[in-house]
């Protein structure tokens, strides 16, 4: 009776083995010569499938990809090869007023080869579009002399000209960059003060951006006369006034 009772269970087992094993063949996980391949799909890493972030997606193509373009608006230093772009916007604008230009192009690129720090220009989408040149002086009134000098050791920095475009004006750009560069020179650890001349006419402009009256200037071009305005810089904030822009 154990005999035969033995011999039932061993073949139920064996006709279960028999019947898995036909079911592997049909689904591959058995080969043709009878190897198991279930180690090998338990040996690769189950993946869920992934969703391409922007950084990982295909290039565009040439006509589709981001065309790199200038800066809106920047101010720099000028440089000497900026000289042209700089005398055409001054002559235009100080010209057809009095007839004279405060600096002339040889003098223009001699500024910007010995000082271009004290100069500081307006760029709109690469285009020049206001500027101001300066330079150092060392004296506490402005004479002639300091109309074509550069003194290095000098405390004073002087304004010779600030210029807006002409397609650029009445737009409050004038009194923004003068208060961009009075913010730079604050930087500038040898600088205490800015003073320029100008016309009378141009007094009150100047006086709205903190400049203080020193009194009638010595220096005088032609029949023209000026006064002559400073603003100190160490030791102060300018806050930027709201021009409207």
Aim: proline share 6%; with cysteine.
């Amino acid at each position: 009776m154990r005999n035969l009772l033995c011999s039932l269970i061993k073949g139920v087992l064996e006709s279960n083995q028999r019947t898995s094993y036909l079911r592997m063949k049909e689904t591959g996980v058995v080969g043709p010569a009878g190897v198991n391949k279930m180690p090998l799909l338990k040996a690769l890493p189950c993946q869920k499938p992934r969703i391409l972030s922007p950084a990982w997606r295909l290039a565009e193509s040439p006509n589709c990809q981001r065309r790199h373009t200038l800066p809106a608006s920047e101010f720099r230093c000028l440089s000497p090869e900026d000289a042209i772009g700089v005398f055409e916007i001054e002559r235009e604008a100080f010209i057809s007023v009095s007839g004279n230009c405060p600096l002339y192009i040889d003098e223009i690129r001699h500024f910007l080869t010995l000082c271009p720090e004290m100069s500081l220009g307006w760029f709109e989408e690469g285009s020049l579009v206001a500027f101001i040149i300066g330079s150092l002086w060392d004296q506490d009134r402005l004479t002639q002399e300091s109309l074509t000098l550069h003194r290095p050791g000098g405390h004073t920095a002087h304004i010779h000209v600030l210029a807006v475009h002409r397609t650029f004006r009445q737009q409050g750009k004038g009194s923004i960059l003068l208060w961009r560069y009075l913010q730079y020179l604050c930087y500038q650890s040898s600088v205490r003060r800015v003073v320029l001349m100008c016309e009378d006419f141009l007094v009150p402009f100047y006086q709205k951006c903190g400049f203080q009256t020193v009194g009638p200037c010595a220096v005088s071009v032609g029949t023209l006369s000026f006064t002559e305005l400073q603003c100190p810089v160490q030791g102060r904030t300018f806050f930027r006034r709201n021009s409207g822009c």
